[in-house]
C-alpha cells in the first residue's frame, strides 16, 4: 500500500522484493537497520514558528483520519514484537497537545521487551505534566529552545511563552527526565548571535544543548541554503567563547554528532549543574549522515515512512482498518523499509521538498 504523495494507494500493497533477505528486522537495501521509530501523534501545534508554519497556522488533520489510541498502540506493538524496534521518540506538531498522550506512552512502557521512550515537544505545559510524562514511561525529553529572549522568542513563535517553556524545562529535571535536550535552530539576522549564551545557559542548568541546520520542511517552501546557518558557522560562533573538542563516544546512527566543552576562552573553568559538558551539532544538510540512519516513520495518520524527506508512504492505517493481520503489516513495513533510498538528496539537483510540513511528518 505505498503511494507516492497525491496519488491513490496501489491495491495489494508492494511485491517483496526477491532480493530482501528473510530477516524479520527492517533491513534495507544498503545495510542499515532500522531500530529507532519516530511517531507522529499529531500535525497540531500550539505556537507558528516563522520557520515551520505560517502564522495562520494550517488545515489541520481530520480527527477521523488520524489513528485511534487501539490503532496506534496496536502499530508500535507491531514494531516492537516483530521488527526489533527498540526506541521509540514521540513528537508532533505538539505531542501534548494529542489526548490520552499518557495512555498511549504507558502501553508502550508495558511491550516487551521495554523500548526506550523520550518525546519531542515545545515545552508549552511541561511545567504541570512532566511527573505525569515521568511516571507513563518517558525516559527523557528534547525540548525545542531557539532563543533566551523574550521579544525574540515571541518573535520566532508569534506567541509569548518563553517563561513557559523555561518552567517546563526545569520541573523536567526535577522529574528525573534526564538528560533533558535542547534543540536550537539558528535563524541569520535573527538569533545567530545567541549561541555561545545558549551553550552557557545549557551548562550552568545541566541540560544538554543540540544545535540543528534549518532544514527545507517548512509549510511554506519558503527555505533557501544560502539563508542557512550551517554546522560550520554554529562551530565559528561556539569557539569565540569556548574551546570545544570532538567527543571521542560512538555516535552510531545518532544524528548528533558531539563536542567536549573544554573551556572558555578568557580562562575559567567550565561547571555545569550535573550535566556533561558537551554540545551537539545535527549538520542534516551540510554533513549528512544518512548512511549510518537508523529510523523509520509513523505520522499521525498511520502513514510509513523511510526519511524525512521520502516522497512516498505506505498506509498502515488501510490495513489496520481493513482487516490485516499484525504478520501481514509487519512484513509491507519490512518490504517499504527495503526500498529506502541511500539518502535524502536535498544536493541532488532534482531533489523535491516533501508536499509534507515536519509538523505532520514528526520530528
Same mark, same amino acid.
Given at each position: 500500500?505505498?503511494?507516492?504523495?497525491?496519488?491513490?494507494?496501489?491495491?495489494?500493497?508492494?511485491?517483496?522484493?526477491?532480493?530482501?533477505?528473510?530477516?524479520?528486522?527492517?533491513?534495507?537495501?544498503?545495510?542499515?537497520?532500522?531500530?529507532?521509530?519516530?511517531?507522529?501523534?499529531?500535525?497540531?501545534?500550539?505556537?507558528?514558528?516563522?520557520?515551520?508554519?505560517?502564522?495562520?497556522?494550517?488545515?489541520?488533520?481530520?480527527?477521523?483520519?488520524?489513528?485511534?489510541?487501539?490503532?496506534?498502540?496496536?502499530?508500535?506493538?507491531?514494531?516492537?514484537?516483530?521488527?526489533?524496534?527498540?526506541?521509540?521518540?514521540?513528537?508532533?506538531?505538539?505531542?501534548?497537545?494529542?489526548?490520552?498522550?499518557?495512555?498511549?506512552?504507558?502501553?508502550?512502557?508495558?511491550?516487551?521487551?521495554?523500548?526506550?521512550?523520550?518525546?519531542?515537544?515545545?515545552?508549552?505545559?511541561?511545567?504541570?505534566? &512532566? %511527573?505525569?510524562? !515521568?511516571?507513563? *514511561? +518517558?525516559?527523557?525529553?528534547?525540548?525545542?529552545?531557539?532563543?533566551?529572549?523574550? =521579544? @525574540?522568542?515571541?518573535?520566532?513563535?508569534?506567541?509569548?511563552?518563553?517563561?513557559?517553556?523555561?518552567?517546563?524545562?526545569?520541573?523536567?529535571?526535577?522529574?528525573?527526565?534526564?538528560?533533558?535536550?535542547?534543540?536550537?535552530?539558528?535563524?541569520?539576522?535573527?538569533?545567530?548571535?545567541?549561541?555561545?549564551?545558549?551553550?552557557?545557559?545549557?551548562?550552568?542548568?545541566?541540560?544538554?544543548?543540540?544545535?540543528?541546520?534549518?532544514?527545507?520542511?517548512?509549510?511554506?517552501?519558503?527555505?533557501?541554503?544560502?539563508?542557512?546557518?550551517?554546522?560550520?558557522?554554529?562551530?565559528?560562533?561556539?569557539?569565540?567563547?569556548?574551546?570545544?573538542?570532538?567527543?571521542?563516544?560512538?555516535?552510531?546512527?545518532?544524528?548528533?554528532?558531539?563536542?567536549?566543552?573544554?573551556?572558555?576562552?578568557?580562562?575559567?573553568?567550565?561547571?555545569? &549543574? %550535573?550535566?556533561? !559538558?558537551?554540545? *551537539? +551539532?545535527?549538520?542534516?544538510?551540510?554533513?549528512?549522515?544518512?548512511?549510518?540512519? =537508523? @529510523?523509520?516513520?509513523?505520522?499521525?495518520?498511520?502513514?510509513?515512512?523511510?526519511?524525512?524527506?521520502?516522497?512516498?508512504?505506505?498506509?498502515?492505517?488501510?490495513?489496520?482498518?481493513?482487516?490485516?493481520?499484525?504478520?501481514?503489516?509487519?512484513?509491507?513495513?519490512?518490504?517499504?523499509?527495503?526500498?529506502?533510498?541511500?539518502?535524502?538528496?536535498?544536493?541532488?539537483?532534482?531533489?523535491?521538498?516533501?508536499?509534507?510540513?515536519?509538523?505532520?511528518?514528526?520530528?
Amino acid at each position: 500500500m505505498t503511494t507516492e504523495l497525491g496519488l491513490p494507494a496501489l491495491r495489494g500493497g508492494p511485491s517483496r522484493d526477491p532480493d530482501r533477505p528473510d530477516d524479520p528486522r527492517l533491513v534495507d537495501g544498503f545495510g542499515r537497520v532500522a531500530t529507532d521509530l519516530r511517531i507522529s501523534l499529531t500535525d497540531r501545534c500550539n505556537l507558528r514558528c516563522t520557520y515551520c508554519m505560517p502564522a495562520e497556522g494550517l488545515d489541520w488533520m481530520p480527527r477521523d483520519e488520524q489513528l485511534t489510541d487501539d490503532e496506534l498502540n496496536r502499530l508500535i506493538a507491531v514494531a516492537v514484537h516483530r521488527l526489533g524496534v527498540e526506541e521509540l521518540r514521540f513528537t508532533g506538531g505538539e505531542p501534548m497537545l494529542r489526548k490520552g498522550l499518557e495512555n498511549v506512552l504507558s502501553a508502550a512502557s508495558a511491550l516487551e521487551p521495554r523500548p526506550d521512550i523520550s518525546l519531542t515537544t515545545n515545552g508549552i505545559g511541561l511545567a504541570r505534566r &512532566a %511527573g505525569a510524562l !515521568a511516571a507513563a *514511561g +518517558v525516559n527523557r525529553l528534547n525540548v525545542s529552545l531557539d532563543t533566551l529572549r523574550q =521579544d @525574540r522568542f515571541a518573535e520566532i513563535t508569534r506567541r509569548d511563552r518563553l517563561q513557559d517553556v523555561l518552567d517546563g524545562l526545569a520541573a523536567a529535571r526535577d522529574a528525573g527526565l534526564n538528560p533533558v535536550k535542547l534543540n536550537s535552530v539558528l535563524l541569520r539576522g535573527v538569533n545567530d548571535d545567541e549561541a555561545a549564551d545558549m551553550l552557557e545557559f545549557a551548562l550552568e542548568h545541566g541540560y544538554q544543548l543540540r544545535f540543528i541546520e534549518q532544514m527545507p520542511l517548512d509549510a511554506q517552501h519558503g527555505w533557501r541554503r544560502s539563508e542557512m546557518i550551517t554546522a560550520g558557522e554554529i562551530m565559528e560562533r561556539l569557539e569565540q567563547r569556548f574551546t570545544l573538542a570532538p567527543s571521542d563516544e560512538d555516535r552510531g546512527g545518532a544524528p548528533a554528532e558531539k563536542f567536549l566543552v573544554e573551556s572558555r576562552l578568557d580562562g575559567t573553568s567550565i561547571s555545569t &549543574a %550535573g550535566g556533561p !559538558a558537551v554540545v *551537539g +551539532v545535527i549538520a542534516s544538510v551540510t554533513r549528512p549522515f544518512c548512511g549510518a540512519c =537508523d @529510523r523509520t516513520r509513523l505520522t499521525a495518520d498511520g502513514q510509513m515512512r523511510t526519511c524525512l524527506f521520502a516522497t512516498g508512504e505506505t498506509d498502515l492505517r488501510a490495513m489496520v482498518r481493513g482487516g490485516a493481520t499484525d504478520a501481514e503489516i509487519a512484513d509491507t513495513w519490512r518490504d517499504a523499509m527495503w526500498g529506502k533510498k541511500a539518502g535524502h538528496g536535498i544536493d541532488d539537483p532534482g531533489f523535491l521538498q516533501p508536499d509534507r510540513p515536519m509538523s505532520a511528518i514528526g520530528g
